[in-house]
């Protein structure tokens, strides 16, 4: 009797129903949205700060002292990183927060044509790199420097190309096309190259000239070395540990030692580096890192209060509606109350009416809502947000939470309904 | 005149009289227009205060010599930053560089305002603490500091040329960038040291402002004040544009959606509440009203509630974003008075037209059917 009922109701008033369903899915797919974005929006948002370059630099441990204070180059082993060794910057513990690096080898150079002395930066441009792992991966300045805006074009590894600085580009009077030759003080070592490109960093970088590595390397008889890697990397927002780890690693217990090993702080990242590259000293840089932080923890927040507010919405949205539509059937209850029904047996029946037309109306907005989120990732970060599982538990105790309290008005109403005044009409 | 007292009675009484279901419809309408105007409020309001956090990533000009002069004049510098808006101002610190002896080891040194410094470089990590103005203590890079051995507290004998004094170290600088490998002095003690009175090497400035801005900035300034030259520091500035337009269209699509969904879910609540009153339309009919009369009628009281309702959400929105804004980014917004209005006609409209589709429908009904039920 109780199922013949339920069905009828819902069979026969199913344009109702079939609103309220729809209303239900509204609001579960604005939840569903609003969470999946929220919950993805670190993670995306972070990938977008990379665009302010390297966090982390590496340098040899032993050189970054000398060349700095007196400008010495003095050769020998430990005073440069190996290139081999790169690869390895991919199979540490957050190899995968690893985004981009780019070797750099500085050395100065004489331009033949104009007689005048610049800084010769050897580097990766766009290179593809075979991983020990068997993964090959690109990378290079172009992905690791987006702010540059470059005239003609980014070098190929292979050729015999450069990017000339915008500011000594105009200081030298060289433009896109010119060929010049490279030369080496006090050495016979020298090269031909083809401008390629000429950009503008806004930065020291201006008054450089960039050539692919292999080249530079063979203008500075340094074979296979590098000066310096410059290293990208996502990295979690710094915190109490992270400040107490990046003053003394040592200074930590066996625990938290493992809490900031395992998490990705910009520090700890820094330290596997180390670990994995002999004779390197990495370094956060702390403008990048610090800042990062800071945007991260807002943008999150945000999300989450803007999150907030749209839950409420729509939990209000939904309970105003089931009151407007079980108040209308109060005929209905005071025929069924007439004809012998107690309380609990109504309140199941319209209980269930409504859990069930909820819980139809949730599991289509479930979906609509990934859709939704979908939309918003694919437009904003051009990549796709993940569908958390953890969403789905969440959106459904909101369901059966906001339709039972939803309906508490209407069944207050309902308890306390004499069934003679509603079916004599008012 | 007395068709229209009727007319005004109907309405007021038939909102009065089914308080409760009113209430509810009130309510949808409401929520509607708090989570328009609050929505739109912050994303109004986004842009701005996220650049102000954006500041912290440091200098976003720098203003360099012209030409091949090394230094510049403090006078000229100040010239050209008058030129910037004031109010979005961050900071503007100056640094002189040199060579100086440290401890009888020669070792580069910058002389700087320390609260400028503070404000354009926010991602300094000091270990020690930062250095009164005016005390003569310094600050000290950390690699300097590896290579001298010294420790926050101590003191350190510095010398350029004739000139000998000795300075406590306030701080060891920790950044993982150039700056570790410089001591830091009060600017006005290195510049009488080396014997460059009111002149600087390089001026960073940290303003709230688009590439844009910023560029048209330093062309008018390099043409006023022909002694510095202004340079965007792109790596800040550009990347900034790239990811506050990201943020912003975030906000701004989640904004739509929110708002779609909250104003069906209005619709369909103000549809329920009409369409449960057939029969009154019925009743009326039959006693002879016209089907533009009815719609009127119905009109009036949606007009009603979306005007009330919009109203009460865009005090209650207006609060919400209040809210979000002092917790998210520690600050006050304004009123929007063009954004309140926005609200309120938007709700006014949204309720009107949900009234209007089952009035629609009721009215093309024959009365003796509707009367009759079912």
Same mark, same amino acid.
């Given at each position: 009797?109780?199922?013949?009922?339920?069905?009828?109701?819902?069979?026969?008033?199913?344009?109702?129903?079939?609103?309220?369903?729809?209303?239900?899915?509204?609001?579960?797919?604005? !939840?569903?949205?609003?969470?999946?974005?929220?919950?993805?929006?670190?993670?995306?948002?972070?990938?977008?700060?990379?665009?302010?370059?390297?966090?982390?630099?590496?340098?040899?441990?032993?050189?970054?002292?000398?060349?700095?204070?007196?400008?010495? *180059?003095?050769?020998?082993?430990?005073?440069?990183?190996?290139?081999?060794?790169?690869?390895?910057?991919?199979?540490?513990?957050?190899?995968?927060?690893?985004?981009?690096?780019?070797?750099?080898?500085?050395?100065?150079?004489?331009?033949?044509?104009?007689?005048?002395?610049?800084?010769?930066?050897?580097?990766?441009?766009?290179?593809?790199?075979?991983?020990?792992?068997?993964?090959?991966?690109?990378?290079?300045?172009?992905?690791?420097? @987006?702010?540059?805006?470059?005239?003609?074009?980014?070098?190929?590894?292979?050729?015999?190309?450069?990017?000339?600085?915008?500011?000594?580009?105009?200081?030298?009077?060289?433009?896109?096309?010119?060929?010049?030759?490279? #030369?080496?003080?006090?050495?016979?070592?020298? %090269?031909?190259?083809?401008? *390629?490109?000429?950009?503008?960093?806004?930065?020291?970088?201006?008054?450089?000239?960039?050539?692919?590595?292999?080249?530079?390397?063979?203008?500075?008889?340094?074979?296979?070395?590098?000066?310096?890697? *410059?290293?990208?990397?996502?990295?979690?927002?710094?915190?109490?540990?992270?400040?107490?780890? %990046?003053?003394?690693?040592?200074?930590?217990?066996?625990?938290?030692?493992?809490?900031?090993?395992?998490?990705?702080?910009?520090?700890?990242?820094?330290?596997?580096?180390?670990? %994995?590259?002999?004779?390197?000293?990495?370094?956060?840089?702390?403008?990048?890192? *610090?800042?990062?932080?800071?945007?991260?923890?807002?943008?999150?927040?945000?999300?989450?209060?803007?999150?907030?507010?749209?839950?409420?919405?729509?939990?209000?949205?939904?309970?105003?509606?089931? !009151?407007? @539509? #079980?108040?209308?059937?109060?005929?209905?209850?005071?025929?069924?109350?007439?004809?012998?029904?107690?309380?609990?047996?109504?309140?199941?029946? !319209?209980?269930?009416?409504?859990?069930?037309?909820?819980?139809?109306?949730?599991?289509?907005?479930?979906?609509?809502?990934?859709?939704?989120?979908?939309?918003?990732?694919?437009?904003?970060?051009?990549?796709?947000?993940?569908?958390?599982?953890?969403?789905?538990?969440?959106?459904? #105790?909101?369901?059966?939470?906001?339709?039972? !309290?939803?309906?508490?008005?209407?069944?207050?109403?309902?308890?306390?309904?004499?069934?003679?005044? #509603?079916?004599?009409?008012? | 005149?007395?068709?229209?007292?009727?007319?005004?009675?109907?309405?007021?009484?038939?909102?009065?009289?089914?308080?409760?279901?009113?209430?509810?419809?009130?309510?949808?309408?409401?929520? =509607?227009?708090?989570?328009?105007?609050?929505?739109?409020?912050?994303?109004?309001?986004?842009?701005?205060?996220?650049?102000?956090?954006?500041?912290?990533?440091?200098?976003?000009?720098?203003?360099?010599?012209?030409?091949?002069?090394?230094?510049? &004049?403090?006078?000229?510098? &100040?010239?050209?930053?008058?030129?910037?808006?004031?109010?979005?101002?961050?900071?503007?610190?100056?640094?002189?560089?040199?060579?100086?002896?440290?401890?009888?080891?020669?070792?580069?040194?910058?002389?700087?305002?320390?609260?400028?410094?503070?404000?354009?470089?926010?991602?300094?990590?000091?270990?020690?603490?930062?250095?009164?103005?005016? &005390?003569?203590?310094?600050?000290?890079?950390?690699?300097?500091?590896?290579? /001298?051995?010294?420790?926050?507290?101590?003191?350190?004998?510095?010398?350029?040329?004739?000139?000998?004094?000795?300075?406590?170290? &306030?701080?060891?600088?920790?950044?993982? =960038?150039?700056?570790?490998?410089?001591?830091?002095?009060?600017?006005?003690?290195?510049?009488?040291?080396?014997?460059?009175? =009111?002149?600087?090497?390089?001026?960073?400035?940290?303003?709230?402002?688009?590439?844009?801005?910023?560029?048209?900035?330093?062309?008018?300034?390099?043409?006023?004040?022909?002694?510095?030259?202004?340079?965007?520091?792109?790596?800040?500035?550009?990347?900034?544009?790239?990811?506050?337009?990201?943020?912003?269209?975030?906000?701004?699509?989640?904004?739509?959606?929110?708002?779609?969904?909250?104003?069906?879910?209005?619709?369909?609540?103000?549809?329920?509440?009409?369409?449960?009153?057939?029969?009154?339309?019925?009743?009326?009919?039959? /006693?002879?009203?016209?089907?533009?009369?009815?719609?009127?009628?119905?009109?009036?009281?949606?007009?009603?509630?979306?005007?009330?309702?919009? /109203?009460?959400?865009?005090?209650?929105?207006?609060?919400?974003?209040?809210?979000?804004?002092?917790?998210?980014?520690?600050?006050?917004?304004?009123?929007?008075?063009?954004?309140?209005?926005?609200?309120?006609?938007?709700?006014?409209?949204?309720?009107?037209?949900?009234?209007?589709?089952?009035?629609?429908?009721?009215?093309?009904?024959?009365?003796?059917?509707?009367?009759?039920?079912?």
């Amino acid at each position: 009797m109780f199922w013949q009922i339920l069905k009828g109701s819902l069979v026969r008033q199913r344009q109702k129903m079939f609103m309220v369903a729809i209303t239900i899915a509204l609001g579960v797919s604005l !939840t569903t949205a609003m969470l999946n974005v929220m919950l993805d929006v670190g993670d995306k948002v972070n990938r977008e700060l990379k665009a302010y370059g390297a966090n982390i630099t590496v340098t040899p441990r032993s050189a970054s002292i000398l060349h700095d204070f007196y400008g010495v *180059e003095a050769g020998g082993a430990g005073q440069y990183l190996q290139e081999s060794e790169l690869g390895k910057l991919k199979t540490i513990f957050w190899a995968n927060n690893i985004v981009d690096f780019s070797p750099i080898l500085e050395t100065r150079a004489i331009i033949g044509q104009t007689a005048s002395e610049i800084t010769l930066v050897g580097t990766w441009f766009n290179h593809r790199l075979d991983l020990p792992t068997g993964e090959t991966v690109e990378t290079g300045i172009k992905q690791l420097k @987006s702010w540059w805006s470059v005239e003609g074009n980014w070098v190929q590894e292979s050729s015999q190309g450069a990017m000339l600085g915008s500011m000594a580009a105009s200081r030298l009077g060289l433009q896109i096309g010119d060929e010049i030759d490279l #030369v080496i003080p006090g050495s016979d070592r020298t %090269a031909k190259v083809k401008i *390629e490109g000429v950009f503008n960093s806004g930065g020291p970088e201006d008054e450089e000239i960039f050539v692919p590595l292999g080249l530079a390397q063979k203008l500075t008889n340094l074979p296979g070395k590098v000066g310096k890697i *410059e290293v990208s990397a996502i990295t979690t927002p710094e915190n109490e540990l992270a400040r107490k780890a %990046a003053h003394d690693p040592k200074s930590l217990s066996l625990k938290e030692w493992e809490t900031w090993y395992c998490t990705a702080y910009v520090g700890a990242i820094a330290y596997q580096i180390e670990e %994995a590259i002999t004779g390197a000293h990495a370094k956060p840089v702390r403008q990048v890192a *610090e800042s990062e932080g800071a945007i991260l923890q807002k943008t999150q927040l945000l999300m989450l209060l803007i999150t907030v507010l749209s839950l409420i919405g729509s939990t209000l949205g939904i309970s105003n509606l089931l !009151t407007a @539509s #079980v108040m209308e059937r109060n005929r209905e209850v005071g025929l069924l109350k007439a004809l012998g029904a107690d309380d609990t047996e109504v309140l199941v029946l !319209t209980l269930s009416q409504i859990l069930f037309t909820g819980i139809a109306g949730g599991f289509a907005g479930y979906f609509l809502g990934l859709g939704f989120a979908q939309i918003i990732g694919q437009t904003v970060f051009s990549a796709a947000v993940a569908a958390k599982p953890m969403v789905i538990p969440i959106v459904m #105790v909101l369901v059966v939470l906001v339709t039972l !309290t939803g309906s508490l008005p209407a069944i207050r109403m309902l308890v306390s309904l004499r069934p003679a005044e #509603v079916l004599h009409g008012r | 005149m007395t068709k229209y007292t009727m007319y005004s009675k109907m309405i007021v009484h038939s909102l009065l009289r089914r308080r409760s279901r009113m209430f509810v419809a009130l309510l949808a309408v409401a929520i =509607g227009a708090t989570v328009l105007s609050g929505l739109v409020t912050i994303y109004y309001d986004v842009p701005r205060q996220m650049g102000r956090e954006f500041r912290s990533y440091g200098a976003n000009l720098i203003l360099i010599p012209a030409g091949d002069s090394q230094v510049v &004049a403090e006078t000229d510098v &100040a010239r050209a930053t008058e030129l910037l808006p004031q109010e979005q101002l961050v900071g503007i610190a100056s640094y002189l560089y040199g060579r100086i002896k440290v401890n009888e080891q020669p070792i580069m040194v910058a002389g700087i305002h320390f609260q400028e410094v503070k404000k354009v470089s926010p991602f300094w990590q000091i270990r020690g603490n930062w250095p009164e103005e005016q &005390a003569g203590d310094i600050l000290i890079g950390a690699e300097v500091a590896e290579l /001298l051995k010294v420790e926050p507290g101590q003191s350190v004998t510095l010398a350029a040329g004739e000139s000998e004094r000795k300075a406590k170290v &306030a701080g060891i600088v920790r950044t993982g =960038g150039t700056e570790e490998n410089y001591i830091f002095t009060d600017l006005p003690m290195l510049q009488q040291m080396l014997n460059k009175e =009111g002149q600087v090497s390089v001026t960073q400035v940290s303003v709230m402002a688009t590439e844009a801005e910023l560029t048209t900035f330093t062309k008018t300034a390099g043409d006023k004040v022909p002694a510095v030259t202004p340079r965007l520091v792109k790596r800040v500035t550009q990347s900034e544009e790239m990811v506050l337009g990201k943020l912003q269209a975030l906000v701004y699509l989640v904004t739509i959606v929110v708002l779609l969904l909250t104003l069906i879910c209005v619709a369909t609540t103000m549809m329920a509440v009409v369409a449960e009153r057939r029969k009154e339309i019925g009743l009326k009919k039959a /006693l002879g009203a016209e089907n533009r009369s009815i719609v009127l009628e119905f009109l009036g009281e949606g007009l009603m509630l979306g005007l009330l309702g919009g /109203l009460l959400g865009t005090v209650l929105g207006f609060f919400f974003a209040q809210s979000v804004s002092v917790n998210v980014f520690g600050r006050m917004i304004s009123f929007q008075p063009l954004i309140a209005c926005m609200a309120l006609i938007v709700s006014i409209m949204v309720t009107g037209v949900a009234c209007l589709i089952p009035v629609k429908t009721a009215t093309s009904v024959e009365p003796a059917i509707v009367l009759r039920g079912e």
